[in-house]
């Protein structure tokens, strides 16, 4: 099983920038995928989570109504729409899949040790 991302890049405060994650080797619809992220210094934490089957999101309150998370099944493919980008939003995001559910939660998205198959990150940096 492997998950890849893709998308970072610099970007001011303001922007956008949309992430892709791209699974294989696994039943991507018997998983939720979560993005996370990890600012210098600091634990990694839950942005947006989905459940595969039928797309249903779940957003962390700072992201809600900023950012959009995305699945395309026959893709096997998960995207993060980010809009008005801010600068407590550097960082590096991964996507992972979860361990044992295929339902996105508030537990599953607060969690990182209830997701495994970890990519290997792709960094975002906004400036002010």
């Known amino acids: 099983a492997q998950i890849a991302e893709s998308g970072g890049g610099s970007v001011q405060a303001g922007g956008s920038l949309i992430l892709s994650c791209v699974a294989s080797?696994?039943?991507?619809?018997?998983?939720?995928i979560g993005w996370f992220r990890q600012a210098p210094g600091k634990e990694r934490d839950g942005v947006a989570c989905i459940t595969s089957s039928d797309d249903r999101p779940y957003y962390i309150d700072s992201v809600k109504g900023r950012f959009t998370i995305s699945g395309n099944n026959p893709k096997n493919s998960v995207y993060l729409q980010m809009d008005n980008l801010k600068a407590e939003d550097t960082a590096v995001y991964y996507c992972?899949?979860?361990?044992?559910?295929?339902?996105?939660?508030?537990?599953?998205?607060?969690?990182?040790?209830?997701?495994?198959?970890w990519g290997q990150g792709t960094l975002v940096t906004v400036s002010s």
């Open positions: 992972a899949r979860s361990a044992y559910t295929k339902y996105a939660s508030s537990s599953l998205c607060s969690n990182s040790r209830l997701l495994e198959v």
């Open positions: 080797g696994f039943n991507y619809e018997d998983y939720a």
